[in-house]
């Protein structure tokens, strides 16, 4: 089992920053692909970032290329969303989610460990 929880959500004005963070434990935690998802009202959850189990290059949305940064810290379990220049089309629930031994993947279905969401709120 693995458990991810959220935090660094809020409501900030277009064109703000926002960071979030996601801490996990209940696996060793270098076996874990991360990854970002998002979901507004009445809409899909869409990928948004991914960290894959096996190091180097984290991979963003288009959406969100050039203003949103992924990282990942080993030692201390857990990643981070670096969020810049947000839009309103922002505004959804961010979900941090994880699964093991799995390579870049950016449908939600393929994941099995979930975080409880938290809420960022974009104003124009």
């Known amino acids: 089992q693995v458990q991810l929880v959220e935090s660094g959500g809020g409501l900030v004005q277009a064109g703000g920053s926002l960071r979030l963070s996601c801490a996990a434990s209940g696996r060793a935690f270098g076996s874990l692909t991360m990854a970002w998802f998002r979901q507004a009202p009445g809409k899909e959850r869409e990928f948004v970032a991914v960290?894959?189990?096996?190091?180097?290059?984290?991979y963003l949305a288009d959406s969100v290329k050039g203003r949103f940064t992924m990282s990942r810290d080993n030692a201390k379990n857990t990643v981070c969303l670096q969020m810049d220049s947000l839009k309103p089309e922002d505004t959804a629930v961010y979900y941090c989610a994880a699964r093991q031994y799995i390579g870049v993947l950016r449908t939600p279905g393929g994941y099995n460990y979930w975080g409880q969401g938290t809420q960022v709120t974009v104003s124009s």
């Open positions: 960290s894959p189990w096996t190091g180097g290059s984290t």
